[in-house]
């Protein structure tokens, strides 16, 4: 899943690609637990990536005449 996300990503499905590594964190959290590397890569991963969606709409919604 998460390599999944990272190549949809890459593809500029950023929307598919959010929503699937939403899905894989928890799961990797519960399976291999919150401290395991790759649990931890992917949940960074997620949080940037969530950032960068919420600077993206914040950016694409600002007054140009600011």
Known sequence: M???A???KGHGRRTE????????VPLQT?????????ALASRTA???????????GASA???PGV
């Open 2 to 4: 998460n390599n999944l």
């Open 6 to 8: 990272f190549t949809w």
């Open 17 to 24: 690609a959010l929503k699937l590594m939403e899905e894989c």
């Open 30 to 38: 519960r399976i291999l637990g919150a401290n395991h590397p790759d």
């Open 46 to 56: 997620f949080f940037g990536w969530q950032t960068e969606q919420l600077e993206s």
């Open 61 to 63: 919604n600002k007054d």
